[in-house]
């Protein structure tokens, strides 16, 4: 049977009908019938070809819930399953990363739409060990985004010890930082959310931010000073870091989820007084989003989502490029 898909014929074009041929079921492999599927920036980065990594015909998506239709020998999960895939759809299994259940930074791994067809599509075929049974309570559109943009700004606060009572700040409140905010009030945490658009105030304060400021005000921002333990950055854009850095406590750290443009640059004193940290995080590996689909289903916690047929892909793109989605954008079939 040929799946059918959306795809990019080529950078920066719309998506059109496709099919393709899958590869053959492996022992380790599953076959899902889609139901959802998140839009990510990173697809619009994979559409554009802006990471020089993208081949035609290309079918992004990667934040995908569906059902087990079809199972290879060696699989563990059950045809008719309710599931999840997020950005990785493989690892080698092998190296020191993986030996350590750190399969995310496996060198050898595979993206589940980078080289491979992904979740703009009816079905998809991969690597059952990077697949997810999603709990019963999880809405499944509000869940596809917990697949990636939960999971990335989850896995940093589990990783750097973030628990009740600490002080952490939230910058940009998007389709990640909005997450983030949900599992922070979940954690018992006290935050805040920097964002550039005013109009998020009163929405941020309902994800859970005990305080909003505004990310385009120096003066607001440097009235912070010394006060975060844990200052968590979703947002892809070139900050002033050194103010940042001084709303930082001793020992606090700032972690990086978004990929901002050029070069961080930091007077080395800055970090050696105070013993202040800079950090990446990338995804999560297979135990974290373990982690954090049963964390949102305990507490209720789902992503805040617009959903529209699959048909209508380039309109929600063109939405996600205009930055008009409150707060993630959800495919269904």
């Not at 791994?109 to 060990?129: K, N, W, Y």
Request: aromatic residues 6%; neutral net charge.
């Amino acid at each position: 049977m040929r799946f059918a898909a959306f795809a990019a014929r080529a950078a920066k074009q719309s998506l059109s009908p496709y099919e393709y041929e899958p590869a053959s079921l492996r022992p380790q492999d599953v076959e899902i019938q889609i139901s959802h599927c998140g839009i990510c920036h990173s697809d619009l980065h994979l559409i554009d070809n802006d990471w020089s990594s993208s081949t035609y015909p290309l079918v992004p998506g990667h934040e995908i819930v569906g059902t087990v239709m079809t199972v290879g020998g060696d699989c563990s999960l059950a045809v008719g399953q309710r599931v999840g895939v997020g950005w990785q759809r493989s690892a080698c299994f092998d190296c020191e990363q993986c030996r350590a259940g750190a399969e995310n930074l496996c060198a050898r791994q595979e993206a589940t739409c980078v080289g491979h067809m992904g979740g703009f599509a009816r079905h998809i075929r991969l690597d059952g060990r990077f697949v997810f049974p999603l709990p019963e309570s999880l809405d499944a559109a509000g869940a596809a985004p917990l697949l990636c943009a939960g999971v990335t700004v989850f896995a940093p606060l589990r990783r750097w010890g973030v628990v009740a009572g600490a002080q952490v700040g939230v910058i940009g409140i998007g389709g990640l930082g909005h997450l983030a905010l949900r599992f922070l009030r979940a954690m018992g945490c006290e935050t805040t959310a920097f964002s550039s658009s005013p109009d998020k105030r009163d929405a941020a304060e309902r994800l859970g931010a005990h305080h909003v400021v505004s990310s385009t005000s120096v003066r607001e921002v440097r009235s912070n000073g010394n006060r975060f333990d844990f200052l968590l950055c979703t947002a892809p854009a070139r900050l002033d870091w050194i103010t940042y850095l001084e709303t930082l406590k001793p020992n606090g750290v700032l972690c990086l989820v978004g990929a901002p443009p050029g070069l961080l640059q930091i007077p080395a004193a800055q970090l050696l007084s105070t013993q202040r940290a800079i950090c990446g995080s990338d995804i999560g590996s297979r135990n974290a989003i373990r982690e954090t689909l049963a964390f949102a289903a305990e507490h209720g916690i789902a992503a805040q989502v617009e959903t529209t047929p699959m048909a209508d892909v380039n309109a929600a793109l063109q939405r996600v490029r205009e930055n008009r989605v409150r707060y993630r954008m959800v495919l269904t079939n």
